[in-house]
């Protein structure tokens, strides 16, 4: 069984500051996290799922969309099985349904690279 949990969203003020993590579980990951890429996607109410920044196995190569470049770093803990997502100067339009996925070794932008997903944390940004 493969499990990748978030948390860490929920309710901020315009230029605040969130971190969510997730954790991940299972067989798959149990010895092996440190073998796999890690992304952050994002869906807001009606709009399709976005990527916003991922990780490879390594930490070696790291991406960023370009709406959340120079406010978002994704940072991953191999011992703890966790990666992060540390989210500044947040935006009203930031406000969506945040998803991790994992992937083997090298990370992609896309969400159909992705073979893990968790259920997803909310961010809500007020203006």
């Known amino acids: 069984q493969v499990q990748l949990v978030e948390s860490g969203g929920g309710l901020v003020q315009a230029g605040g500051s969130l971190r969510p993590s997730c954790a991940a579980s299972?067989?798959?990951?149990?010895?092996?996290?440190?073998?796999?890429?890690m992304g952050w996607f994002r869906q807001a109410p009606g709009m399709e799922r976005e990527f916003v920044a991922a990780?490879?196995?390594?930490?070696?190569?790291?991406y960023y969309a370009d709406s959340v470049k120079g406010r978002f770093t994704i940072s991953r803990d191999n011992a703890k099985n966790t990666v992060y997502l540390q989210m500044n100067s947040l935006k009203p339009e930031d406000t969506a349904v945040y998803y991790c996925?994992?992937?083997?070794?090298?990370?992609?932008?896309?969400?159909?690279?992705?073979?893990?997903w968790g259920q997803g944390t909310q961010v809500t940004v007020s203006s």
């Open positions: 996925a994992a992937r083997f070794r090298t990370a992609v932008t896309t969400t159909g690279g992705y073979d893990y």
């Open positions: 299972g067989r798959t990951f149990g010895r092996t996290f440190g073998s796999y890429a």
């Open positions: 990780i490879d196995w390594s930490s070696s190569n790291i």
